[in-house]
Each structure stands twice: as C-alpha cells, then as structure tokens.
C-alpha cells in the first residue's frame, strides 16, 4: 500500500466530507499526501472525485473498521489517522485507536462518549506513551474551544503570579445545528446510560476521563452549571449547556494532566446565545426562505444546510481564579462557520497538520486531549487559518 501522510477515516460522511474538503484545499497542501479510508469503495471513490475537483486528490484505503488485520493495514501507512467514523464505541474505533498506539502513530476524533473515551484511556495509554503516539480525543468543536480557553485562562492567571483553583467557561454565542451522525451518538450514550454496563457512579463521575485524579470538592457535578444564574464574573445570565458534559470530562483531564487539579470546572450557555440561535434560524424561516431546511430529525450523511454552515458561529468566555479571588484571568475564543460541522472540520485538520508538521509540539504521548497534545501550537495554527477570520484568542483581563 502506498504510503500516506495523513489518513481520514470515515470519509463518506456529512462530517468526514467536510473534513475531506479542508484537506483538499488546505493552503499546506503541497507539504503532505494524504488518503481517505472507509468501508465502501464507491462512496469513497465519489468523495475523492467530488474534492478532488476542487483541490489535490486524496488516496483510496479500502478499510474494515471491525476487522482488526484490516485496520493495522490502514494504520500501518499512515504517520497520522484522522477518524471521523462515529459513534466511535460502536464503530469500532477501539480497534483504529490501539493499533495507532501499538504502532506509534498520531491519532484524532471527534469522539464525545465519555465511555468509548475512558476505555481507550484504560487500554491504551500506556502503549500510547510508549510508542510515541499521540491520541487525541474530542478535537471538534467538542471540546477544542473549552480546552485551548482553560488552558489559556489558566497561562494567563499563571503569568499574573495566581494558581487556579476555579474555572468556568459560558459559551455567548453557538449558532449551528446537528448531524445524523451526532444524533446516533446522543442515542447511543442513552443506550448505554440504561444498560448495566456501567455502575451509575460510573455515568455521574466528573472525573470519569481523569482516573485517580485529586477532586476539588465532593459536591462537584459533571457540567457544573446545572442551573439558570447571573455569573457576576462573567456578567452573563447563563444556565446548563447539551455540550458541556462532554467537554467538562476533557477539560478535567487536561487539568489533571497538566497538574492543575485541584480546580473545579463548570460550563454553561447564555440565555443571549439561545435567543441568538433562535433569531438566525427564525430570520431564514428555519431555512425554508433559502430553500434548504435545517433537518431536525437528520440520517446518516445528513446535518445543516450550507447556508447555516456558512451564518452559524461560536463564541466562549473563560475565566479562572485563585482560592482567595484576588487575582483572576478572562479570555475568549470565538469562531465562524456552525460550530459543529464546518468549524469543527477545520479544527480536526489543523489537529491532524500540527500532528504530522508541528515539531514543537509537546513531546508527550498517550491518550491525550487537544490542550494537552498540542496546546500552544494548536492555537497558534487555528489563530492562522483563513488569515485569522477563522478563529480567534482574545486575552480579556
Ligand atoms: N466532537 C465534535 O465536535 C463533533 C462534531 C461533529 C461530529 N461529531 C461526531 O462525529 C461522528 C460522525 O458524525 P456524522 O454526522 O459525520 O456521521 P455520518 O454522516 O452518519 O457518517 C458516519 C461515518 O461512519 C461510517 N460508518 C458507519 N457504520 C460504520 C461501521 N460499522 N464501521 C465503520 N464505519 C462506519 C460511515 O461510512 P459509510 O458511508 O460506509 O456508511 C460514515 O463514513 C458522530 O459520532 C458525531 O457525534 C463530533
């Protein structure tokens, strides 16, 4: 098999196109090869014609995900594997996350089932920091924004002399919608929330992707912001967000591995960032004005129409302060694009470029998380795409 820089699994869908299309006509292009893998010949071979009008043209990986000779064939060429093939617990993406550990190459997702996640922490992290290969978990919108904010909050706070001991982050603004893919997944956490698989302290565990992590309070819950406030830090009302469970659990570990712990995390929305969401999509009539309606119930290969591609965006606070409150740091990071699809494709990209081009990238390896894998570099890539109309850091106070 020839060799390829980058592989993109999951390639065929509504996600895994978008990321195919950043790849094709990414401004570095010329500096990788690249594949795109996936268990259908013809829809890949489509996919491939499709980007391939537009920029370079990928290589075609025919690949198994269930069939273990078949994934370490995929792996084997590649120096890093992008997979955007999800639920990842039910689509075998333990079998592409071990033998990207057990053969020390680069890995990212846009995983967000904490179970599927603390299983590969529990199998592979020590083969991961053996080998050389960094795992990196949740690289979306799903949980890079909350990541990279906290870490630079905390940098920030550090710089001022101050040790955080509470950070929270309140997205203002998250304008966007939903895939099939991301529907499937939100099932399969329910699915797996009534079986027995796992104890219910298991499920209500903050610190379920930080195992033996030292806890800042015994009261504190998953998100955190379980309830509608007036935050005077941040001078928002806010209440709980759909999202924040999933990217708490990340945050909490980069905490961890960072040795920032103890320090609670909380993460909401603001009441503005709904009504915000509500006004986009009721100034197009839900799309039905520009002929293209948002699916509510979308399938499989399905998500927001490219108009709400285009309109949507995202925008988070972070704060984090000392034990006494006397010093605190305030930074944002907003983005355009609906936060979920085309924010979150070119996200995953410069994950996957500063894996592969990135030198001075940490050293370390494992199952890690954005912050934790790339931290610096990776802010500083995002800060550069589209000349800096992507993605922006804001140091606030
Ligand atoms: N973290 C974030 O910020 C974020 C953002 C966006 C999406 N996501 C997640 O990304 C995942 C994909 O979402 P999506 O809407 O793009 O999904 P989708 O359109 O349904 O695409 C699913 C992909 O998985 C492949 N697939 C299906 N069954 C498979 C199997 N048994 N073995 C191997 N591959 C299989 C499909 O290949 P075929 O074409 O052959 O069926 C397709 O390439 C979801 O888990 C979603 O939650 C996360």
Same mark, same amino acid.
């Given at each position: 098999?020839?060799?390829?820089?980058?592989?993109?699994?999951?390639?065929?869908?509504?996600?895994?196109?978008?990321?195919?299309?950043?790849?094709? +006509?990414?401004?570095?292009?010329?500096?990788?090869?690249?594949?795109?893998?996936?268990?259908?010949?013809?829809?890949?071979?489509?996919?491939?014609?499709?980007?391939?009008?537009?920029?370079?043209?990928?290589?075609?990986?025919?690949?198994?995900?269930?069939? +273990?000779?078949?994934?370490?064939?995929?792996?084997?060429?590649?120096?890093?594997?992008?997979?955007?093939?999800?639920?990842?617990?039910?689509?075998?993406?333990?079998?592409?996350?071990?033998?990207?550990?057990?053969?020390?190459?680069?890995?990212?997702?846009?995983?967000?089932?904490?179970?599927?996640?603390?299983?590969?922490?529990?199998?592979?992290?020590?083969?991961?920091?053996?080998?050389?290969?960094?795992?990196?978990?949740?690289?979306?919108?799903?949980?890079?924004?909350?990541?990279?904010?906290? +870490?630079?909050?905390?940098?920030?706070?550090?710089?001022?002399?101050?040790?955080?001991? +509470?950070?929270?982050?309140?997205?203002?603004?998250?304008?966007?919608?939903?895939?099939?893919?991301?529907?499937?997944?939100?099932?399969?956490?329910?699915?797996?929330?009534?079986?027995?698989?796992?104890?219910?302290?298991?499920?209500?565990?903050?610190?379920?992707?930080?195992?033996?992590?030292?806890?800042?309070?015994?009261?504190?819950?998953?998100?955190?912001?379980?309830?509608?406030?007036?935050?005077?830090?941040?001078?928002?009302?806010?209440?709980?967000?759909?999202?924040?469970?999933?990217?708490?659990?990340?945050?909490?570990?980069?905490?961890?591995?960072?040795?920032?712990?103890?320090?609670?995390?909380?993460?909401?929305?603001?009441?503005?960032?709904?009504?915000?969401?509500?006004?986009?999509?009721?100034?197009?009539?839900?799309?039905?004005?520009?002929?293209?309606?948002?699916?509510?119930?979308?399938?499989?290969?399905?998500?927001?129409?490219?108009?709400?591609?285009?309109?949507?965006?995202?925008?988070?606070?972070?704060?984090?302060?000392?034990?006494?409150?006397?010093?605190?740091?305030?930074?944002?990071?907003?983005?355009?694009?609906?936060?979920?699809?085309?924010?979150?494709?070119?996200?995953?990209?410069?994950?996957?470029?500063?894996?592969?081009?990135?030198?001075?990238?940490?050293?370390?390896?494992?199952?890690?998380?954005?912050?934790?894998?790339?931290?610096?570099?990776?802010?500083?890539?995002?800060?550069?795409?589209?000349?800096?109309?992507?993605?922006?850091?804001?140091?606030?106070?």
């Amino acid at each position: 098999m020839t060799p390829h820089d980058i592989v993109l699994h999951g390639a065929t869908g509504f996600t895994g196109q978008l990321i195919a299309d950043c790849l094709a +006509q990414h401004p570095e292009g010329s500096r990788f090869s690249w594949a795109i893998a996936g268990r259908n010949p013809t829809r890949l071979s489509r996919v491939r014609d499709s980007v391939a009008a537009r920029g370079t043209e990928p290589g075609i990986i025919v690949a198994q995900a269930a069939d +273990q000779a078949s994934v370490q064939e995929m792996v084997a060429d590649a120096k890093v594997v992008l997979n955007a093939a999800g639920p990842f617990s039910e689509y075998h993406g333990d079998n592409i996350v071990g033998a990207c550990a057990r053969s020390g190459t680069h890995y990212a997702d846009l995983s967000g089932e904490y179970y599927f996640q603390r299983r590969m922490i529990d199998e592979f992290h020590p083969e991961a920091e053996r080998t050389g290969a960094k795992v990196v978990l949740a690289a979306g919108v799903d949980s890079v924004p909350s990541d990279l904010g906290v +870490q630079l909050a905390i940098e920030r706070l550090s710089a001022k002399g101050g040790r955080a001991r +509470q950070a929270k982050a309140l997205f203002t603004r998250y304008a966007g919608s939903f895939s099939g893919g991301t529907r499937r997944s939100m099932q399969s956490r329910k699915e797996t929330q009534r079986s027995d698989e796992y104890e219910a302290e298991f499920h209500a565990d903050p610190y379920v992707l930080a195992p033996g992590a030292e806890r800042a309070h015994d009261g504190e819950t998953v998100a955190g912001w379980d309830s509608y406030r007036f935050d005077p830090d941040l001078r928002r009302f806010g209440g709980p967000f759909f999202m924040a469970p999933i990217n708490a659990r990340i945050v909490r570990r980069s905490l961890a591995l960072d040795g920032h712990l103890p320090c609670t995390y909380e993460e909401g929305i603001s009441v503005a960032a709904w009504l915000g969401t509500a006004w986009l999509y009721m100034s197009r009539g839900f799309g039905y004005f520009v002929g293209a309606p948002i699916p509510f119930r979308p399938q499989s290969g399905e998500g927001p129409p490219p108009w709400l591609q285009r309109a949507g965006s995202f925008c988070v606070l972070v704060h984090a302060t000392t034990e006494d409150r006397t010093k605190s740091a305030l930074v944002e990071v907003r983005g355009a694009g609906d936060p979920g699809y085309r924010a979150t494709s070119k996200m995953i990209t410069e994950v996957g470029l500063a894996l592969l081009l990135d030198d001075e990238a940490s050293p370390r390896a494992g199952v890690l998380t954005p912050a934790t894998a790339l931290g610096p570099v990776l802010r500083r890539r995002l800060a550069k795409v589209e000349g800096g109309r992507f993605m922006q850091f804001r140091m606030l106070g």
